[in-house]
């Protein structure tokens, strides 16, 4: 469904990737897994190496882990994840979100996140968030927005930030985050895109296999 990579990145643009050699390899923005490369299949796995190797070097230049970077601009490495297979779901329903809100509880934090199939969670913000298609930012407890009283007024924003940080995911297959709608295209038009990447990967696949 999904593997990783660790990737440096500079800013928005990835510019090195880490190989099986154990060296870090000059790559494109947007390059798809190359023989070579260092491939995780599980995220936990991909975590232990970040936590093992917190500083590496490039062309002599020391670059930290990307959690230990606080400098804006900096190089830093983090896990980039791939998708290897389509979704079970092209897309998840404004209904489905209601649902998972309405059966949170309220007494706690909680955060909305997506998986790689597709398929909606609310997760306690204790929870590990790393490893998921869509994050969405945090409900505070107490404000009714999850749980079986409160009234969802934020749902019709909130399915669609989620759906567009869903498409983006499906275009680029990196971890998306949202914590805003940005309202800048409907539902519908976002549904209509994420149904046309899922065909794209199908056709892709279908061409891979031939």
């Known amino acids: ?24 390899k000059e790559v494109e923005q947007n390059l798809s897994i190359q023989e070579g490369d260092a491939v995780f299949e599980d995220y936990d796995l991909a975590e232990q190496w970040m936590k093992n190797n917190p500083v590496v070097y ?3 230049e020391k670059i930290y882990n990307e959690s230990e970077t606080y400098s804006f601009g900096s190089p830093a490495f983090n896990i980039r994840q791939h998708r290897t297979s389509l979704p079970q779901n092209i897309f998840f329903t404004k209904k489905e ?16 996140v997506v998986d790689y199939d597709g398929i909606v969670h609310l997760l306690p913000e204790c929870s590990n ?19 079986s009283t409160g009234n969802l007024r934020h749902l019709d924003e909130t399915y669609r930030a989620l759906l567009d940080a ?42 891979k296999e031939s």
């Not at 649902?99 to 909305?112: A, C, I, Q, S, T």
């Open 129 to 147: 968030l790393r490893g998921y298609a869509v994050r969405f930012e945090t409900f505070i407890a107490g404000k009714g927005y999850v749980g």
């Open 97 to 112: 979100v209601a649902n998972v809100l309405e059966n949170g509880d309220d007494e706690v934090n909680h955060v909305l």
């Open 1 to 24: 469904m999904v593997v990783f990579t660790i990737d440096i990145r500079k800013v928005y643009v990835y510019t090195h990737r880490l190989q099986k050699d154990g060296t870090f």
């Open 58 to 60: 490039v062309d002599d």
């Open 166 to 207: 869903w498409v983006e995911h499906l275009h680029h297959g990196d971890e998306a985050y949202r914590d805003y709608d940005i309202g800048k295209i409907t539902v519908e038009e976002l549904q209509k895109e994420a149904e046309a990447l899922v065909a794209k990967m199908r056709t892709l696949g279908s061409e």
